[in-house]
């Protein structure tokens, strides 16, 4: 009995055994199949990885901003988001690997965009060419003829011509417009030890006149050399640097602020209420005097769009007011350096003049005191647009536009989105539309109480879409 108790307790110790042992093999398949579904899940499902290419594709795309991008750069912004669609519509039809494809190859487009945009951030471009204006690149021995939204780098060279001008955006965000005659190399497009932007370029013969971006920081540095003098000018500067051929350095300060050297001394020229200029040269600095200021525009404002029904027999009112003489010199035209006016220059007597039959069109004007050139300058170009409004549209269609507005005590934030090539404009003051339909804008009150803003999308077809809303100031 005893040794037949004993197998039977040897049969049931193997049969644990057995047990545990089937139990683990379970364990370790159930945990094989798991993991392998797993890794199929999250990393072989053509679903999953098109979800993961597509949402990567969309934040390649986010981190370029957009509104900023130009040239090649904002091109291929505007082709990527195109490209992101279609991945999106292929996954919506359940096409997965196709639409994985389609974000994949996006990607790596992406990647090299992303090396053109790190690039373009030390690259300045030649925005508008009027006349004959020449570029000689630093790998090129001989000039060329100068295009619109040509690519300028470190040791290029800018050169016009007898009534030529040209105007070239720097990666700080300034702008820079060359006179007739005038030769300028770019220097440097780097960055300050600070991590800040520098910008240099050197005046070897002519004139050019700069304005600075408010953006501009003590970390940024921005400089025009012209002979033995070095103009470095603040944020929010509008700055006239101009070299003659004996070597005199005339540097005229509109608006702002400007540091100028010359003969190792260092004086900060503020602007004042007038404009203050000083002539610097080898032997250091020979003079300063106050300059005539112009008027202030009233109307058209910079960026005002006039609608009106009849443009060829509806007269434009211009109007401006205060400046140092009872005369102004007028100037209008369909270019914005101003190589061909419209009514000629005119001397006008008071603070108002009318023009007729300006058909619809963008058109740029300015106006100085009466005075010596030397002394009296122009006021800051204003950019408006003239568009007839239509009795019937001609192609009929419903414009998009949806606006996001944030109160902000003494403005507004607006946010907002229309359809691809259509104009936008708040409270008549047209603002700037990304490629994607995109706009922004801080509309600040200048009074308390009630104030109305209106937003407008319109087209040239004469198809619009408002959006309206008032809101309370409550900051004056």
Known sequence: ???????????????????????????LIVGGLGGGYFYWRHSTNPQVKAE????????????????DAQ????????????????????????KYPQAYATANDLIDSLKDLESQGSSAGKLA???????????????????????????????????TSKSSYARVKYPNGQFQTIAPDSLVVIQALSTTPMGGSRVEVAL?????????????????ESVIAAGDTKVRPSASTRVSVGQDEGGTTTTSVFEGASQIEADGRTQLVNAGTTGVSVITSSQGFLSSSNLIAP????????????????PAKTPISFEWSGGASS???????????????ITGEQNISGNRMNVDGLPAGTYYWRIRSQGPMDKAYWSPTNRFRILQVYQKARVIRTLKLDVEATPIG?????????????????????????ADGTFSKIELFSDKGSQPVQVRAFDDEGNETIWRKVFQSASY
């Open 1 to 27: 009995m005893a040794a037949a108790r004993r197998r039977d307790m040897d049969w049931v110790v193997i049969k644990y055994k057995d047990v545990i042992t089937i139990v683990a093999l379970v364990i």
């Open 52 to 67: 993961r290419a597509i949402a990567r594709a969309a934040r390649m795309i986010d981190s370029f901003g957009g509104s």
């Open 71 to 94: 040239g090649s750069v904002a091109q291929g912004i505007a082709q990527a988001r195109a490209t992101l669609e279609q991945a999106k519509s292929l996954y919506a039809a359940q």
């Open 125 to 159: 471009t030649l925005v508008s060419v009027e006349g004959s204006v020449e570029v000689k690149k630093s790998s090129q021995h001989l000039f060329s003829s100068a295009r619109e939204n040509d690519i300028l780098g470190d040791g290029d060279i800018v050169k």
């Open 204 to 220: 070897k013969q002519g004139r050019v006149e700069t304005t600075t971006p408010e953006t501009l920081t003590a970390k940024d």
């Open 295 to 310: 008027p202030t525009i009233t109307s058209p404002r910079d960026q005002q769009v006039l609608r009106v029904d009849n």
């Open 327 to 341: 005369s102004v010199i007028f100037q209008l035209s369909a270019k914005p350096l101003f190589s061909a006016l």
């Open 410 to 434: 003494d403005g507004v934030i607006l946010q907002g989105k229309t359809d691809p090539g259509v104009s936008v404009s708040v409270n008549d003051i047209e603002v700037p539309v990304s």
